[in-house]
Every structure is written in structure tokens, then in C-alpha cells.
T-cell receptor
Framework: EAEVAQSPRYKITEKSQAVAFWCDPISGHATLYWYRQILGQGPELLVQFQDESVVDDSQLPKDRFSAERLKGVDSTLKIQPAELGDSAMYLC?????????????FGEGSRLTVL | GEDVEQSLFLSVREGDSSVINCTYTDSSSTYLYWYKQEPGAGLQLLTYIFSNMDMKQDQRLTVLLNKKDKHLSLRIADTQTGDSAIYFCAEHPNKLIFGTGTLLAVQP
């Protein structure tokens, strides 16, 4: 069964360091999403790509976060510099129909701890 | 503003029915969803309901929608220990907006 792949599963870093997360969506899924899930809360959309183009990055803290999907397939989310408040689970998801029906397929997530 | 609310915790005994409630804010949502998150895992779509329906049944799952009150519920019949997880409702006005999640604990 096709899955969304994410790495690393766990990352511990010190504040002010740079960190990067990688996501490989399900083959053929044109839409890719990065969500942040703080412990005890629901996921919050950070950025949405349609192919290689950003569709929505209104909640992405652009002073320290960046995301790219250069060839419209896999994607990288970067944080530089990391802050204590960035500790969270970073979830990648993909969808076939641009999310219009809300059926997103999620990866297992990358858990970030900032010390 | 966008705010999808759920109760934080529900505990039931194995074999009982579970009812998880949710209130949403945006009446323009075409679909409303229930996602399940098991420990250490990503979210998985459980079921969804089209906004012009008031009930949908899918095996042990029953979704009820009250559009007037903007209230959504998920009933799980014959709850099993494997149903222990966090359940998120979500609305979709133009993007998926998740609730805070309800932790369901099933006692054997």
C-alpha cells in the first residue's frame, strides 16, 4: 500500500540551530501539505503545494520557516533558527484531488524537540 | 474566526458505544470529516459526511450532522481496545481545519 514517507522520525536540536524535514508523497499526488501539531492540539496547516507551486502559506512563519518542492514531487521543510516553541510534530500529507474532498493521506510525522 | 471544538477525553468500557462530539463554525463546509490518530502515527481518514446529509452509517461508525447547531458527532458501536486513539473532527470551507482532538480510552 502506498504511503507518505517522512524523515527523520525524531529530531532533537538546540535552539538557534537549523533543522530540515523531508517528505515523499504518494506517487501521483499533486497536492502536498505540511502541518504542525503541537502536543494536545489539532494539526495546523503551515503550507500547501500544488505541484511545485505554493497555494497557501499564510500560517508559515516566514522569518524562520521555509518550504520547497522543486520538482513537484518530494518536499523539504526547513527551520532556521529553531526556537523552543517549535517543538512539535511536523506532519506531511498528500492528496490526489487537491484536497477538495478533504481526503488527505498523512505520513507518520517528524517529532521535533528543541532544547 | 475558525474554531472547531471537541471535548478532550472520553473513557468507555470495551463493548459499549462511544460518542464523540464536535462543534464547528463555518457553515460553508461542503464536507465534514473524522480522522483517527493512533499513538506515534499520522492521521487516518475514518469517515466523512456531505453537508446535505444528516446521518451516515459505515459499519460500526455512525456520523450525525446537525447543520442548524453546527454540531457533528461520531458514534462507535461495540467499542474495542483497538479503537483507543485520538479522534479529530475537521471542517473544510476552503482548507481542512482540525479540531483539538478527543482522546478515546477503551477499558478492557
Amino acid at each position: 500500500e502506498a504511503e507518505v514517507a517522512q524523515s527523520p522520525r525524531y529530531k532533537i536540536t538546540e535552539k538557534s540551530q537549523a533543522v530540515a524535514f523531508w517528505c515523499d508523497p504518494i506517487s501521483g499526488h499533486a497536492t502536498l501539505y505540511w502541518y504542525r501539531q503541537i502536543l494536545g492540539q489539532g494539526p495546523e496547516l503551515l503550507v500547501q503545494f500544488q505541484d511545485e507551486s505554493v497555494v497557501d502559506d499564510s500560517q508559515l512563519p516566514k522569518d524562520r520557516f521555509s518550504a520547497e518542492r522543486l520538482k513537484g514531487v518530494d518536499s523539504t521543510l526547513k527551520i532556521q533558527p529553531a526556537e523552543l516553541g517549535d517543538s512539535a510534530m511536523y506532519l506531511c500529507a498528500s492528496s490526489l484531488l487537491g484536497g477538495s474532498t478533504g481526503e488527505l493521506f498523512f505520513g507518520e510525522g517528524s517529532r521535533l524537540t528543541v532544547l | 474566526g475558525e474554531d472547531v471544538e471537541q471535548s478532550l477525553f472520553l473513557s468507555v468500557r470495551e463493548g459499549d458505544s462511544s460518542v464523540i462530539n464536535c462543534t464547528y463554525t463555518d457553515s460553508s463546509s461542503t464536507y465534514l470529516y473524522w480522522y483517527k490518530q493512533e499513538p506515534g502515527a499520522g492521521l487516518q481518514l475514518l469517515t466523512y459526511i456531505f453537508s446535505n446529509m444528516d446521518m451516515k452509517q459505515d459499519q460500526r461508525l455512525t456520523v450525525l450532522l446537525n447543520k442548524k447547531d453546527k454540531h457533528l458527532s461520531l458514534r462507535i458501536a461495540d467499542t474495542q481496545t483497538g479503537d483507543s486513539a485520538i479522534y479529530f473532527c475537521a471542517e473544510h470551507p476552503n482548507k481542512l481545519i482540525f479540531g483539538t482532538g478527543t482522546l478515546l480510552a477503551v477499558q478492557p
